[in-house]
């Protein structure tokens, strides 16, 4: 099973960092592999997940969606019901309780649309830890309900002025202060990205999504499903979701945030539209000017608005294990809109993009095939961006 | 022999330490960085570091960044970074190294990267987000054309990895001297001392230290543990604030200064 012992999946992945950080990646690296086999250890995480995050999450058969779209039956993986409202706690409560484990009193992190960094700061109020978000002070414009979550958590949210303000500025800092208070502090990496063994460790506390839609959809339905879709960012919840489907006969498709289009210059589809190279300590995809410089990345969807991608799905997509598409803005606040008007589930603009493709996907099936959307979060925090792009007032006339 | 090589051993034969100053290529534009370059040649620097503009430098503090991104701003790319380099080979012999993240090298090339420097006349690279682990092939490439890869340590990298990181290092060995990203700092880590003293004992080959040296007396207090000191930030805030003639006498003086402490009894 990948990573091999180079944190190397195919030829992506790797620990491109500094040389301090080096022997506390190899620390956690050991840790991680020790601590996580320790029956008591799983024991507790999956104690929390039950009792605390409200695990597992409904797969929920959305009749009225799947008669809208007239093609397969559609299941929808709740992620948006897990305590704090995203998939982002799957991974901070593994992360926060290996960090205890390991004896760090502090933990940080970086996030976008701020569902990672309140997951974080939940978790840090949880098990008492010291906690630091990084934010881009774009993205804490546009999430101001986010930063309020996180302040009242008992977390500092840093603003963070640099580059674009986003996502990636955001994980620049979280790495800087990283490298500065090593020895206490453990980051807690968002996404499936990031140097080995991130990337592994994300994945395998996300996995539990893959691990019950499988159950689930077996025991609703007796069969596997045709197809997983999932929208891709750093790639967490999809990568969750797939995981558990690697060995079947399973199409797998992320679909990306292709902001105004993918030839406007304004978007995040760093698998459909990037290049390979170095970014935040990883080989993989990632947006570039050809003097290898980072490019910005646009999205409405905070949460995907980030230049690169978790090193798995870079080699999935070489492999040809799954298929990468984008959706422009436009398009998924149709996917927002349909969701909300047909299934009364307002999804986060991110998970939106995964609405939107079942558009595209929906005229491939029949009657009897099944897909899997995986609802990564849900889209309170959202609203007054899709107020503004809908025109939907929330005054009195 | 290799210039840097042959720099260390001068110097050591004349009881001096080498001192090695860094600004970011292109900061604020190309022409500037040449004749910067040349004053602190004249001026006693001896060994060059020349940084590559980044977008997202990750190891470093305020000061680089945005030194890097005036540099960006400038529109000042990689191969303009080696051709400055080019120029300077026809007006001086001191070593240059150049300072740069990863991706802008990997996406020039690595074949091309050392054959392109080898050609200009840039004597080795500093890497600071290519760790060990992932040094293979550049390092092989490099050290087949005569580049120096070298490599950093760490406070936090323990005596197993300083051993291996001096074995595989060459021009020199670069200790960072604090457990963080560059920046200049008022004082520097207590137990830093005791820690070159260490790293000394575990390598062979020419031991520098650098992050957070701002000050003649903080040079001073280092020389008697290291063969070279490397100083950035400090001669960089200088750059960010003042321009034409009055900046190159400044760093100049600077550069002196820093310089004094070095030159032995």
């Known amino acids: ?397 | 022999m290799t210039r840097i090589e042959a720099v260390f051993r001068q110097l050591k034969k004349r009881g001096e330490k080498a001192l090695i100053p860094f600004i970011t290529a292109g900061d604020p534009d190309l022409q500037t960085t040449k004749a910067l370059a040349l004053e602190m040649a004249a001026k006693g620097a001896d060994v060059l570091e020349l940084g590559i503009p980044f977008s997202d430098p990750l190891a470093d503090g305020p000061t680089i960044q945005a030194a890097s991104l005036r540099a960006l701003q400038a529109g000042v790319h990689f191969q303009q970074v080696l051709e400055l380099a080019g120029e300077l080979r026809q007006e001086t012999d001191i070593p240059l190294v150049l300072m740069g993240y990863y991706n802008p090298i990997l996406q020039y090339g690595l074949e091309r990267t050392v054959s392109e420097a080898k050609r200009l006349g840039v004597d080795g690279f500093i890497i600071p987000d290519l760790p060990l682990e992932e040094a293979g092939p550049w390092r092989r490439l490099a050290v087949a054309a005569g580049l120096a890869p070298i490599f950093l340590a760490a406070p936090t990298s323990g005596p197993e990895r300083i051993k291996k990181a001096g074995r595989l290092t060459r021009g020199f060995l670069y200790y960072v001297s604090v457990t963080g990203i560059t920046g200049a700092r008022q004082a520097l880590p207590a137990d830093l001392i005791a820690a070159l003293q260490e790293v000394r004992a575990l390598v062979q080959c020419p031991l520098a230290v650098g992050f957070g040296i701002s000050t003649p007396e903080q040079v001073q207090g280092l020389a008697p543990y290291v063969d070279g000191v490397v100083v950035g930030s400090a001669i960089v805030q200088r750059v960010a604030k003042l321009k034409g003639p009055e900046l190159i006498k400044e760093v100049g003086d600077f550069i002196a200064a820093l310089k004094a402490p070095l030159r032995g009894k």
């Open chain 1, 1 to 397: 099973m990948l990573p091999d012992r180079h944190g190397r999946y195919g030829p992506y992945g790797g620990q491109f960092v500094p040389e301090t950080l080096m022997p506390a990646l190899l620390e956690l690296e050991e840790a991680y592999r020790r601590i996580s086999r320790l029956p008591d250890f799983r024991q507790e995480v999956a104690w929390y997940l039950k009792d605390y995050v409200g695990r597992p999450t409904p797969l929920y058969f959305a009749r009225h969606l799947t008669e809208a779209l007239g093609g397969p039956q559609i299941y929808i993986k709740r992620e948006d019901l897990a305590h704090t409202g995203a998939h982002k706690i799957n991974n901070t409560l593994g992360q926060g309780l290996l960090a205890r484990r390991m004896g760090k009193r502090r933990v940080i992190a970086e996030t976008g649309a701020g569902q990672h960094g309140v997951a974080t700061a939940t978790v840090a109020a949880l098990l008492g830890l010291e906690c630091d978000i990084y934010m881009g002070t774009e993205d804490i414009r546009r999430q101001r309900l986010n930063v309020i979550r996180m302040r009242v958590l008992g977390a500092r949210v840093i603003p963070v002025e640099s580059g674009s303000r986003t996502l990636k500025d955001a994980m620049n800092e979280a790495i800087r202060d990283w490298v500065t208070n090593v020895r206490h502090t453990h980051y807690v990496l968002g996404s499936v990205g990031g140097p080995h063994p991130y990337p592994m460790i994300v994945r395998d506390f996300q996995a539990v999504i893959g691990r019950e839609a499988r159950a689930q959809v077996r025991r609703a339905t007796g069969r596997l499903p045709q197809c997983l879709v999932a929208c891709v960012g750093g790639g967490s919840n999809a990568m969750g979701l797939f995981h558990a489907f690697v060995q079947e006969d399973v199409r797998f498709v992320g679909v990306e945030a292709a902001g105004h289009g993918l030839t406007s210059g304004y978007h995040s589809a760093t698998l459909v539209a990037g290049s390979q190279g170095v970014l935040h300590g990883a080989f993989s995809y990632l947006l570039q000017d050809p003097w290898g410089n980072i490019q910005e990345a646009h999205s409405l969807a905070p949460g995907l608005d980030y230049p690169g991608v978790g090193p798995e799905h870079a080699y999935f997509k070489d492999a040809g294990r799954a298929e990468y598409v984008a959706v422009t803005d436009k398009e998924a606040l149709e996917g927002f809109k349909l969701l909300s008007k047909t299934e009364g589930i307002l999804p986060a603009l991110e998970s939106a993009h995964a609405v939107a493709y079942l558009k595209q996907l929906a005229p491939q099936y029949g009657k009897d095939d099944i897909i899997i959307v995986n609802l990564s979060g849900r889209g309170d925090k959202d609203m007054e961006a899709v107020a503004e792009a809908l025109e939907v007032s929330g005054d009195a006339h």
